[in-house]
């Protein structure tokens, strides 16, 4: 096995490093301490089994570097391994497709777990993060809810709204939900309306402006 670890702390790498050859057999580490090390790494040795990922680095930071790594579609596993725990930036690097956040202040045993999920392809929290990664997304569904229920938008015309965010044609959204182009419109002219705009740019900034988005026709 080949793992990847980021983290600009040379004494927190060596420790790791202790911990994981007596863990993994045949185990293979290769260091970077920041962003351009990092993306370099994976020019040269794209294949790497696992990456373990500070958030607090110099430079770019390791949520900015982790949807590098991502946009690059190497699917390598990724699993956040740093002392930041708010739990806004942990569920930001869930969302960008880390598999796993893994706090620093975990005993040996504990990471090892940990890691072993994430290999396995399940997604790991410590519980407590967890529920506190869950009440955000609770937080943010009621948000939307309240939005497009202040403007008078349907549920529908709320996920074309998204849509419309997305730069999807009519033909697309009506392709997307199962619509006609017509209701489309229908459905466009009465956001339109609602929103007391006369175009798609307009439209857009102020669905931004009012927090109409989040989690607006979700992937």
Not at 73 to 93: N, T
Not at 133 to 161: C, D, M, N, P, W
Request: net charge negative; with cysteine; charged share 25%.
């Amino acid at each position: 096995m080949h793992i990847l670890i980021i983290d600009d702390h040379q004494l927190f790498i060596d420790g790791l490093r202790h911990v994981l050859v007596q863990a993994i057999d045949a185990l293979a580490i290769t260091e970077a301490h920041n962003a351009d090390e990092a993306l370099q790494s994976l020019e040269d040795k794209p294949d790497f089994d696992l990456i373990l990922l500070d958030l607090s680095l110099p430079g770019l930071d390791g949520i900015d570097l982790l949807k590098a790594i991502m946009s690059r579609k190497l699917w390598i596993p990724i699993a956040v391994l740093s002392a930041q725990e708010d739990v806004r930036i942990i569920k930001q690097a869930i969302d960008a497709g880390a598999l796993g956040f893994i706090p620093k202040s975990h005993n040996s045993l504990s990471l090892t777990n940990a890691l072993k999920k994430i290999l396995n392809g399940e997604i790991y929290l410590p519980e407590e993060l967890r529920q506190r990664v869950a009440k955000i997304s609770h937080q943010r569904a009621e948000e939307s809810t309240a939005g497009f229920s202040r403007y008078s938008l349907t549920r529908r015309q709320f996920e074309v709204l998204g849509l419309l965010a997305k730069g999807y044609s009519n033909k697309d959204i009506a392709k997307s939900l199962y619509l006609t182009e017509n209701t489309v419109k229908s459905h466009i002219s009465a956001i339109f309306q609602a929103l007391e705009v006369s175009n798609r740019i307009a439209c857009i900034r102020c669905a931004e402006e009012n927090g109409l988005l989040i989690g607006a026709a979700a992937d």
